[in-house]
């Protein structure tokens, strides 16, 4: 169950002996996710540090994830399988929940990890040969765990930040819509 609360969206990251670090648990984990209709809508593919297309991917990336991304070991893109925009928001749902499960197995095994956002997805796409139909959904950093005492400043700033999530009441209510939402 700490894994769920240990879970953290990590800019420590080091690059070092990364070709020993495996993903096998973490792209299964995702695969007994949850989805409608056991569609299995999502599409997963791996780059490696190192590789020329782990630098397209860096390069795609906005330059503020860049700076942590750099040291990870490997980039998962999630996306989608091709769809014609039916029930799309059910497919981007069932990702989500393949990609939290693979964040979840990463945290289980050691594993620092951060999901983003920040990517041009059309650079995405070109990188990874992503036919047009698919739909990037998101992409998750996964790597060996660093030394803090050697980042820089900003980000051990970021490392250092307590984490922290809203009162349950502004979320959650019981039989009606919350007098906090
Ligand atoms: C869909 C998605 C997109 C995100 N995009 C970024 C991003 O571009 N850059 C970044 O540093 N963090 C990104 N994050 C991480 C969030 O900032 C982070 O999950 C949030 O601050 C909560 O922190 P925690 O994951 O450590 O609990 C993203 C997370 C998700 C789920």
């Not at 690059?15 to 409608?36: H, Q, R």
């Not at 980039?75 to 091709?82: A, D, P, R, V």
């Not at 041009?120 to 992503?130: C, F, Q, T, Y």
Request: charged share 25%; aromatic share 10%.
């Amino acid at each position: 169950m700490n894994t769920f609360y240990s879970r953290k969206s990590s800019v420590n990251f080091s690059d070092t002996d990364c070709e020993s670090l495996s993903i096998d648990a973490v792209v299964d984990a995702a695969m007994w996710a949850p989805s409608s209709r056991n569609r299995q809508p999502w599409r997963m593919i791996a780059v490696r540090n190192g590789s020329e297309k782990f630098t397209k991917i860096l390069n795609a990336s906005s330059e503020s994830n860049q700076v942590w991304l750099k040291n990870s070991c490997v980039i998962i893109t999630f996306c989608t399988l091709e769809i014609d925009d039916l029930n799309i928001n059910k497919i981007f749902l069932d990702v989500g929940l393949a990609a939290q499960n693979a964040m979840l197995m990463a945290t289980e095994n050691g594993f620092a990890n951060h999901p983003y956002g920040g990517w041009k997805e059309d650079l995405v796409k070109d990188a990874l040969n992503i036919p047009e139909k698919s739909k990037v959904v998101m992409l998750l950093a996964i790597g060996k765990e660093g030394d803090a005492d050697q980042l820089p400043q900003d980000l051990y700033v970021k490392h250092t930040k307590v984490r922290e999530r809203d009162s349950l009441e502004t979320h959650f209510s019981w039989d009606k819509w919350g007098e906090h939402f």
